[in-house]
């Protein structure tokens, strides 16, 4: 059950459209300043041009700063970004009270554990959904929509292959705090701690509360080849929140996750595993099979070890 008590009158049901125009243009406003802010500091940091680090941004990657510049700029601009907007919202807009004694109360290593076990799960799953999602072939009247959704997708690639291309230890440790941490933070602060109890309430159904959010957190990494398997996350992260109560759990599920794939990419960058993240040619069926049932089974004992779920905890 979600906790987001609120008084302001702009978060009732009644007003859900202009709620959530709010929310985008806080969250876009905020998004874009601090990145503005971010790349006028990247030139004393980091002992570039301002020019280096529009090109830098745009996919010139030859710059030797040009990783940890990068990492600096998404690191204040999107995951501090995020944290920050939905905090604006939340605290300053809607007045709201996500009763964090309550949330961290409500962890417990128990469900830390099965945490655990959902994501690992969740990751074999993705497997074959992103089998399925690179295999997408749109209608021919849809032709120029899928080029366009190739290039973007070769675009992103081509930026997640350089931030990933960990060649220091100081690199690493930056890549975990970014891609890791912040990321963990700020989007589910804002996606599983202010979107989807709204979407919850907006709809009157958690379950399509909880994939609506999911949908949304997938659109907006604008990688339509990778749409399936982030949407999935999403709903991991929206069923822990919900099932618990407690924030903390997305929250560190979704550091576990991203963690655990940078590390991953490193070992395989270091010739100490077999590990290619960005290869989608080969499915393994027992594998997908596997985690399928180790995340239901984790999903239902989760659900098992915690509270009933009523409705949804906010006075709006």
């Known amino acids: 059950m ?18 959530l125009i709010v929310i985008v243009l806080v969250s876009i406003g905020i998004l874009v300043i601090l990145q503005v802010s971010a790349m006028a500091v990247v030139p004393y940091l980091f002992n570039m041009s301002m020019a280096e680090t529009i090109s830098m941004l745009t996919g010139d990657f030859t710059n030797p700063n040009g990783r940890m510049a990068i990492y600096f700029v998404q690191g204040i601009g999107s995951g501090i970004g995020f944290w920050v907007a939905a905090s604006i919202v939340i605290h300053f807009i809607d007045q709201a009270n996500l009763q964090w004694e309550v949330q961290l109360a409500r962890f417990n290593w128990k469900g830390g554990l099965l945490m655990l076990m959902i994501v690992f799960g ?13 295999n997408l072939v749109l209608p021919d009247f849809m032709s120029d929509i899928e080029i366009w959704m190739r290039e973007m997708e070769d675009q992103m690639a081509e930026l997640t292959k350089f931030i990933t291309d960990f060649q220091t230890i100081p690199e690493l440790f930056a890549g975990i705090l970014v891609i890791g941490i912040l990321a963990g ?10 979107l989807q109890p709204k979407m919850h309430l ?3 159904n958690a379950h399509v509360g909880i994939w609506l959010t999911a949908f949304i957190f997938s659109a907006i990494h604008v990688q339509f080849y990778g749409f399936l398997p982030r949407m999935l996350l ?4 929206g069923y822990l929140y919900y099932y618990s109560g407690s ?3 997305p929250i560190l599920a979704h550091i576990f996750n991203n963690t655990f794939t940078v590390l991953l990419i490193y070992a395989s960058n270091q010739g100490w595993i077999d590990f290619d993240f960005e290869s989608t ?4 069926y027992p594998a997908a099979l596997t985690g399928l049932l180790v995340l239901m089974a984790g999903i239902f004992y989760f659900k098992k070890i915690n509270k009933p779920n009523g409705k949804l905890e906010q006075s709006i």
């Open 247 to 249: 924030l903390t759990y």
């Open 185 to 194: 933070i700020g989007e589910e602060m804002l996606f599983r701690g202010l």
């Open 202 to 204: 907006y709809t009157g």
């Open 2 to 19: 979600e906790i987001y008590e609120t008084e302001s009158e702009i978060a009732k049901r009644k007003n859900w459209l202009l709620s």
């Open 281 to 284: 040619d080969t499915v393994s």
């Open 234 to 237: 999403g709903g991991i992260f």
């Open 122 to 134: 969740g990751m074999l799953v993705n497997g074959f959904l992103g089998y399925l999602n690179s």
